[in-house]
């Protein structure tokens, strides 16, 4: 099976994975994830789910400044993709990067046009979206710079990003001589593939317009990224996500930096509009059009303490393992695992290519995912605010941000917990193969002992 998998299965995958668009879109998407970060900070301070603290916000006037932060970073998202993907894409070919990451800024304001009402202080509506006319009253509507526009982010970066390489690789662009500083000359290279690229998109803005009466990025989230994200939003798109991580991982392929660069455009997108509903609400729930399937679902469900969610291994290995081997890396391993780094136990133990593991390491996230989607449904626990906290922000601490609940702090535990049921057997039988090997090395050296004595 090993055999079928490595030279049969893996190989198209990883060669998908490694194409030049899935590299554009996982590198790309990084940039964004510090600005998310410090966006959800401010999320946090205005909404922090203690009502003494909303209470004092409000009062002080604060709120409406961290939601201006908020806004600013996390809320504009879409904006950090069109750049990074582009810009890894032409970097990637070898050129200098930012004037295409611009020439995509650009093109992905210009297909859009405001579609929000505009209202005053007391909600108003002063002007509707629809009579903003073409040029869109002079503004940019923030509605398309989050989770929203994703998708018409990444169909342009990388598109851009494409199409300025075409014309770098060609040599279609203007040279000037060396003498001329190399700023100056930048700037003068990318004119021509600028100007092609930045027409394209007007043209391709104009038939939306003419023909149906709509944009680009209006349409593109109608049509392809509404139903992307009703698919993930799902128990079944959870599975699927939850179990292919730690598959690619068995392999030795790093299954959290594959996955999520294709599927955390859309699990951001999902973030993001939990986030704008719990700002315009105060609560985010089925009924206002919550999301349960997060990015925050598999960061602190699905990879908390490391893919295949392996405290639960570790522990037994510290405080349960009979074997030396098991007992060692375990008391040097939990201490990087509460900061959820688990490859020393990956490639320690191994997990890697060890049937052994492989039930527990593959199917554990998939049961925590799995219960946590249904407790969310149910309302055991409060749906996630859109809070996306550092990658190695502990367990039960991110929790309690993620699902501004000590609700999720609590379930987040006992799902640790239950991860350490789960592993019990395996690593037991593990425990055991190596214990009975180190006994039959003591065994082999004090017989060999006893024949160097006796000569």
């Known amino acids: 099976m090993n055999e079928w998998i490595n030279n049969k299965l893996l190989p198209p995958i990883m060669k998908f994975v490694n194409t030049k668009a899935i590299n554009a879109l996982k590198d790309g998407m990084i940039y964004s994830i510090p600005f998310i970060i410090i966006g959800s900070i401010f999320l946090i301070l205005a909404n922090l789910p203690i009502p003494s603290w909303a209470a004092w916000m409000q009062s002080t006037g604060l709120t409406a ?32 990067p930012l004037a295409a990451g611009l020439t995509a800024l650009v093109s992905f304001f210009l297909v859009m046009r405001p579609s929000t009402n505009v209202a005053n202080a007391a909600g108003k509506v002063l002007i509707t979206g629809k009579n903003m006319g073409l040029f869109g009253g002079g503004y940019i509507d923030r509605t398309w710079l989050g ?11 990388m598109l851009t990003g494409w199409a300025y390489s075409w014309f770098l690789k060609r040599n279609i662009t203007i040279k000037l001589p060396e003498q001329v500083p190399a700023n100056v000359a930048n700037s003068f290279v990318a004119l021509i593939p600028a100007s092609v690229i930045v027409t394209f998109w007007l043209i391709v803005y104009m038939c939306f317009d003419f023909f149906g009466h709509t944009t680009m990025t209006q349409w593109i989230y109608t049509v392809v990224q ?72 598999l960061d602190q469900f699905g990879t908390v303490t490391g893919s295949g969610v392996t405290i639960g291994s570790v522990i037994f290995m510290v405080f349960f393992a009979r074997s030396e081997q098991m ?35 593959i199917f554990t996230p998939a049961i925590s ?17 859109g809070v996306m906290v550092p990658w190695t922000t502990p367990a039960i601490i991110s ?50 002992n006893d024949k160097k004595v006796t000569a």
Do not use: C
Not at 67 to 90: D, E, K, L, R, T
Not at 226 to 232: A, D, E, H, I
């Open 369 to 385: 995912m799995g219960l946590t989607y249904f407790a969310i449904k149910f309302g055991i626990i409060p749906y996630f605010t």
């Open 226 to 297: 509404t139903p992307l994200q009703g698919l993930t939003d799902t128990f079944w798109g959870a599975m699927a996500i939850a179990v292919l991580v730690p598959f690619f991982w068995f392999f030795g392929v790093h299954g959290a930096v594959i996955v999520s660069g294709i599927i955390s455009p859309l699990l951001q997108a999902n973030a993001q509009a939990n986030a704008a509903i719990l700002k315009a609400h105060g609560v985010v729930n089925a009924s206002n059009g919550g999301h349960i399937v997060t990015q925050s679902l």
């Open 147 to 157: 989770g929203q526009g994703m998708i018409a982010a990444i169909i342009i970066g």
């Open 399 to 448: 929790g309690f941000f993620v699902g501004g609940s000590w609700k999720t702090a609590v379930w987040q535990a006992a799902m640790l917990v239950l991860t350490f049921f789960i592993y019990l057997p395996f690593a037991r039988k593990q425990d055991s193969i190596y214990y009975a090997e180190e006994k039959a090395n003591e065994k082999a050296d004090t017989t060999s």
């Open 327 to 361: 007992r060692s890396l375990g008391k040097l391993k939990i201490a990087p695992m509460i900061f959820n780094i688990n490859e020393p136990i990956l490639f320690g133990m191994p997990i890697v290519m060890n049937p052994m593991l492989a039930i527990p390491f």
């Open 65 to 96: 400044y961290w939601n201006v932060a908020y806004n600013a970073s996390f809320g504009v998202m879409a904006i950090f993709a069109v750049v990074g993907i582009s810009y890894v894409w032409v970097r990637d070919d070898g050129f200098e």
